[in-house]
């Protein structure tokens, strides 16, 4: 099975881009998702950061209070480290058990959606990567307005993770999503068909 990664800066439209692949039939696997599973009441990668930061990152109900474990984790980047530590491998073994249920029902092509693919040293995994991308003051802009975030606590989320311009260079496919919605589909369509139908037409002929 081709698995493609993709990947982009926080609020780059990898969301956007996955749920517009999505409608055209492609198989995705959404890194995001998995870590918000990863993390619900009774997971294991949820009692390893209540052991690492304490119950001041639960909510009264025993869910994560996501917005208290930003708060510390992004102003320190050891602290940052140490939740990767916990949550990278629970995501990376999730991804791998959907990923094989996909192949086992014999899809050819598959999505695994992940913001820190590079980051975190998976590209290996994929056979190739394609990556959202953005300047830098429009991710800034879309990420102060998504997340209701001053323009410092904006800056912090960014500084985390690999800078654009980097990212965009080890990409096989840039998907350029500084304009608008209507550009994007249009461009996510034509790398459908160029990238994706591509391959099932050969294989039919």
């Not at 009441?41 to 930003?70: W, Y």
């Not at 690999?162 to 260079?169: C, Q, T």
Request: aromatic fraction near 4%.
């Amino acid at each position: 099975m081709r698995i493609i990664g993709l990947t982009g800066g926080i609020a780059s439209g990898k969301t956007a881009v996955s749920a517009l692949l999505e409608r055209l039939g492609c198989a995705v696997v959404d890194a995001d998702l998995l870590a918000r599973e990863i993390v619900e009441p009774g997971e294991e990668a949820l009692r390893g950061i209540v052991a690492a930061f304490g119950a001041q990152v639960l909510n009264g109900d025993g869910t994560l209070n996501r917005a208290a474990l930003a708060e510390t984790v992004f102003a320190d980047q050891a602290a940052r480290r140490t939740l990767e530590s916990i949550t990278h491998p629970a995501i990376r073994r999730r991804a791998e058990e959907k990923l094989d249920r996909l192949r086992q029902a014999g899809v050819e092509t598959a999505f695994y959606v992940a913001p820190l693919l590079i980051e975190a040293g998976i590209a290996s995994r994929v056979h190739e990567v394609w990556v959202v991308y953005l300047d830098r003051e429009t991710q800034l802009q879309r990420l102060m307005a998504r997340d209701s975030l001053s323009r410092e606590a904006a800056e912090l989320r960014i500084a985390s993770q690999m800078p654009m311009e980097e990212k965009r260079a080890l990409g096989k496919v840039v998907i350029d999503n500084r304009g608008s919605r209507q550009e994007l589909e249009a461009q996510v369509l034509r790398l459908w068909r160029r990238e994706i139908l591509k391959e099932g037409q050969a294989e039919q002929a």
